[in-house]
C-alpha cells in the first residue's frame, strides 16, 4: 500500500512500515508526500512497478496532492504482465474509513500520523493508533486489513446499497413498473430523493470533484456517516468488462432516468446494476 499524503507534517516523514503478523510478512504501507508533477508521478510509478512484482498495489492519493484523473489511470494501466494489479483511489477532506476520526478501524491520524485522539460515543476523549511497535516502524494488521479490503471492495459495496436503496425508494412510493420518459426525472429532484440523486450522478461519473454537488454529497458522507460517494478511478481497476457494464448503467442514468429519453422499466433498473455488480468479484461487505 503505497499512501500519498502530507506525512512531513507529522514525526514520521516519509517512510516505510510493516504490517504486524507472520500472515502480513510481505506487506508494506509506503509513506510519500508527493504533490503531482512529472517527476513525481515517474517516482511513483517506479515504487509502484517495483511493489507489484511481489503482489497487488494500492495506491491512495490524498485529493490535495492534485493527481489528474489521467495521471491515475496511467499508474493503473500497470496490469496483465502476470505482475499484481495497481489501483488507485482518492481520498481527502477528513471524510471516509480510512480516518480514525471516523472509522476506529481506520489507518491515518491527524498531522502525518496514525494516531488520533477521537470521541466516538459522548465526550470522552480516547487516543486511538494504528501502530502496533513505533520503533520497529510497524502497524496494526487489523487496521491495515480493515482499509485494504474497505478500499477494494467499496465499489462493489456503493453499486449494491444504490441499487438497493434505490428500488426500495421505488416501491415504497408505489411507482409503476413502466416510467414515461422524462417522469423518472422528476421523482428524482424531489427533496426527499436529492440524496438518491447525486449518487447516481456519482455513479455516472458525472459529478465534478470540488464541484457544488459533489461537496453537498461529501457533506451528508459527514452526516450520514456512510461512504456515498464513488471512487473515481475504482471501478477500472477491476478491468475491460466492469468499465463497460458502468458505462451501460452510466448511459441508462444520464439518458433516460434523468432526461426524457425512453421510459425505463423497474425490471430495467435492476438489471443493469446487477449487470455491473457480475462484473466485480468479491464480497459486498468485509
Known sequence: MIIIWSWLAGPYGEASWRVAGARHAGDRVICRDWPA??????????????????????????????????????????????????????????????????????????????????????????????????????????????????????????????????????????TPGVVAPGAFYQWLRQDARRVLLLRLLSLAGRLRVGSALHRELLQQEAETERSLLFPEEGCASFG?????????????????????????????IRESFTNLLDTLPGPTYV
Not at 468488462?241 to 430495467?268: P, S
Request: proline content about 2%; hydrophobic content about 40%.
Open 37 to 174: 508533477s512529472a517527476s513525481h508521478l515517474g517516482q511513483l510509478e517506479e515504487l509502484a512497478a517495483q511493489a507489484r512484482t511481489t503482489g497487488e498495489v494500492m495506491i491512495l492519493l490524498h485529493r490535495q496532492h492534485g493527481y489528474s484523473p489521467a495521471e491515475r489511470q496511467q499508474l493503473q494501466q500497470m496490469r496483465s504482465d502476470g505482475y499484481g494489479a495497481v489501483r488507485c483511489f482518492q481520498f481527502g477532506e477528513g471524510s471516509g474509513p480510512i480516518y480514525l476520526t471516523n472509522n476506529p478501524r481506520g489507518l491515518l491520524g491527524t498531522h502525518g500520523t496514525f494516531s488520533a485522539r477521537v470521541a466516538y460515543t459522548g465526550d470522552t476523549l480516547l487516543s486511538v493508533t494504528a501502530v502496533a511497535d513505533e520503533t520497529a516502524r510497524t502497524l496494526k494488521a487489523a487496521h491495515f486489513s480493515a482499509i485494504w479490503q474497505r478500499f477494494q471492495h467499496a465499489w462493489r459495496a456503493l453499486v449494491f446499497e444504490l441499487r438497493e436503496d434505490l428500488l426500495q425508494a421505488l416501491v415504497s412510493t408505489d
Open 240 to 268: 475491460p468488462a466492469a468499465v463497460e457494464a458502468r458505462a451501460q448503467l452510466a448511459q441508462l442514468i444520464t439518458k433516460d432516468l434523468m432526461a426524457t429519453g425512453n421510459e425505463v422499466t423497474l425490471r430495467q
